[in-house]
């Protein structure tokens, strides 16, 4: 199997492993990393999920030698979107999934045209400094259907998101950084440590207030500032109920001056 799941406690890593191809998607691993994470969701005992690609790539895109092999627009159907319901699997497999748990993109080398679109998808994405990003299929004349033209804006600012967009250029992780496309920058080779420290430490708080808040800024967008404070009000008043007791063992002495080590 192209697809593994490593779990400890709270937290999943998801693992993507074809290391020949560099990880690029084919149906196979499309497939299993959207059941993985439809699971991930599922599980009352997950908490936070961290995508990880083995052998030096978190994913260089989709299979090429697979498109290749494809006969027409046909071969698309499959991915449709429809008007209504729940929207099928992607060419990439879960990037139309919207978890209600965290995820973070660990990063090693490229993060590339479908894969940048994957990384894009996540919550957090950390990068290991030789990591890069880039619209790289854009010299082939194939688009972003993966979510890049919608999430790419919204996290870099649309003047930012047309640069990288029209021009494919390569995105090395310190520009990446500079410009709120990642949000860690490590070592080579520590990205999957980092990513997973980070997911323990998230999986420590009170998970539903954290939901509330998650599911508040993902779903804003588009609606004006009334509005969106509205939802944020309704989505999480139940939760300040619960922060009551929180505010109680502040009061005996927890979490003083800031101190997250003891929650």
């Not at 400890?8 to 191809?21: E, K, M, N, Y």
């Not at 410009?179 to 490590?186: D, K, S």
Request: aromatic share 8%; net charge negative; hydrophobic share 40%.
């Amino acid at each position: 199997m192209s697809v593994r799941i490593e779990k400890d406690g709270p937290v999943w890593t998801v693992i993507h492993s074809r290391p020949g191809a560099r990880n690029a998607m084919d149906p196979e691993s499309a497939k299993a990393l959207f059941e993985a994470f439809q699971s991930f969701d599922a599980d009352e005992t997950a908490s936070v999920a961290v995508f990880w690609g083995e052998g030096g790539a978190f994913c260089a895109g989709w299979d090429l030698k697979h498109a290749a092999s494809l006969a027409g627009a046909e071969a698309l159907d499959p991915f449709d979107f429809p008007n209504e319901g729940e929207p099928p699997m992607a060419a990439m497999g879960p990037s139309r999934l919207e978890l209600s748990k965290p995820l973070i993109a660990a990063v090693s080398g490229p993060a590339v045209a479908g894969g940048m679109e994957l990384a894009l998808w996540c919550d957090i994405r950390v990068m290991e400094e030789t990591a890069f990003m880039g619209v790289y299929c854009r010299r082939w004349g194939i688009p972003l259907i993966d979510g890049g033209t919608v999430r790419l804006p919204r996290l870099v600012g649309e003047g930012r998101a047309m640069d990288l967009i029209l021009t494919g250029r390569r995105v090395d992780a310190d520009e990446a950084l500079q410009i709120g496309l990642c949000e860690y920058v490590v070592p080579e080779g520590d990205a999957r440590a980092k990513a997973e420290a980070l997911a323990h430490d998230i999986a420590r708080f009170p998970q539903s207030c954290m939901r509330a808040d998650r599911r508040s800024v993902r779903t804003q967008h588009g609606l004006s500032m009334r509005k969106a404070l509205q939802q944020e009000w309704k989505g999480s008043k139940d939760e300040v109920t619960i922060g009551i007791e929180g505010a109680a063992r502040f009061s005996s002495g927890k979490g003083r001056g800031g101190d997250f080590s003891d929650v």
